[in-house]
């Protein structure tokens, strides 16, 4: 599986692989979709697993921030699969504590010290109420501290991992091996997430879409706690005129390059 449009989703949940979670592939002398024959899944191949497999130890950090609808999610999901690293799309952390405290009206702090895989499993945590919840609790720096460790655990485990999210690069993982900034104008982001939500039935119009996206924009930006911002060290990835497999192309000849400059 490679998405043809930006935003499409990801592989649907499963009891042992959450959304959220890319299913650690091990790729193997470069094998791509042919390596895995008993895979449902097809990715696209950009003959980068082999070099990486190669040039890392036994963990490899791979940060990927951004606004919304920038890209970061599937360019993420692809690389993961790619290289056969485990994946976090972090963002799903704060979706489920937004939506277990708005149904149960708890503590977010609680919530998101409490919080497990089983949360990440919830079919609800990709609709437009749980984003905008997700922004709100993501404000609290209490809520943020509570989930750094979860984060920080799977950053690190064996094999390679991929986050994606707000603050990857520079709160989170400030030392990761490879950072990216993922971008995209405000038109296209909004212009992609209208297009995602309308295939899903939801009838809001496309301004009111960038209304919200602004909105959400202004509270990642501008809250105290982990403010959206590019880590000084990170790759500007701009996807306003890209197409998915050229835009993880791109990512992929980064890794390779740094890590070249890593082994020179």
Request: hydrophobic share 45%.
């Amino acid at each position: 599986f490679f998405p043809k449009t930006w935003g499409a989703p990801p592989p649907p949940a499963t009891p042992d692989r959450p959304v959220g979670w890319a299913s650690p592939h091990r790729i193997a002398g470069g094998g791509g979709a042919a390596a895995h024959p008993t895979s449902h899944h097809r990715y696209w191949h950009f003959g980068c697993a082999p070099l990486i497999h190669r040039a890392m130890t036994d963990r490899f950090t791979i940060a990927i921030d951004g606004p919304a609808a920038s890209g970061k999610g599937t360019i993420s999901r692809a690389l993961a699969a790619e290289f056969g690293f485990v994946h976090l799309d972090t963002g799903l952390l704060y979706r489920a504590v937004g939506a277990v405290q708005a149904q149960t009206g708890g503590d977010p702090v609680a919530i998101a010290a409490a919080l497990s895989e089983a949360d990440l499993a919830r079919d609800d945590l990709r609709s437009g109420p749980a984003a905008q919840a997700a922004s709100k609790v993501a404000a609290l720096p209490e809520v943020r501290e509570a989930l750094i460790a979860f984060q920080r655990d799977f950053a690190l485990r064996p094999g390679g991992a991929v986050l994606d999210g707000r603050d990857i690069g520079t709160v989170i993982c400030p030392d990761a091996d490879v950072k990216f900034f993922v971008t995209a104008s405000d038109a296209e982001r909004a212009r992609r997430r209208h297009a995602e939500l309308s295939a899903k039935g939801d009838p809001r119009s496309l301004a009111e879409i960038e209304a919200d996206i602004a909105a959400r924009d202004r509270r990642d930006r501008e809250r105290e706690a982990a403010p959206l911002r590019p880590a000084d060290d990170a790759h500007l990835l701009d996807t306003t005129n890209m197409a998915i497999d050229a835009a993880v192309a791109e990512a992929a000849r980064w890794i390779n390059e740094q890590l070249s400059k890593a082994r020179a």
